[in-house]
């Protein structure tokens, strides 16, 4: 069982950057898939990328959010998101999430944060 901890949202600028972490505790972080999902206001919840275990390969959403880079650190038990171009869209509370699923699947995420707010705004 892991237990998912968000930090790094705030108020940003658009165009500035953004990194965001998931802090996990349990064992076997390195058997889990990570992946950062964001809900914006009045949007259903979607997935931004996926990062798998051991192998670290990483699994992106659509090519709109490919300015967001995910990785992780076995070492530290975390995970990260960050992009260095935010944009207003981007607005919204973002969530890490965990499971032991090699494609990354929604329906494989076994844990979840309870999410960090991003707000986009000059």
């Known amino acids: 069982q892991l237990q998912l901890v968000e930090s790094g949202g705030g108020v940003v600028e658009p165009g500035g950057s953004l990194k965001l972490s998931c802090a996990a505790s349990g064992k076997d972080f390195d058997a889990y898939s990570i992946a950062w999902f964001r809900q914006a206001p009045g949007a259903e919840r979607e997935k931004i990328a996926c990062i798998r275990g051991l192998e670290g390969g990483t699994l992106y959403g659509p090519s709109l959010l490919h300015r967001f880079t995910i990785s992780r650190d076995n070492s530290k038990n975390r995970a990260f998101l960050e992009t260095d171009d935010v944009k207003p869209e981007d607005t919204g509370v973002y969530f890490c999430?965990?499971?032991?699923?090699?494609?990354?699947?929604?329906?494989?995420?076994?844990?979840w944060g309870k999410g960090t707010q991003v707000t986009v705004s000059s």
């Open positions: 999430a965990a499971g032991l699923t090699y494609l990354c699947a929604d329906t494989g995420m076994e844990y």
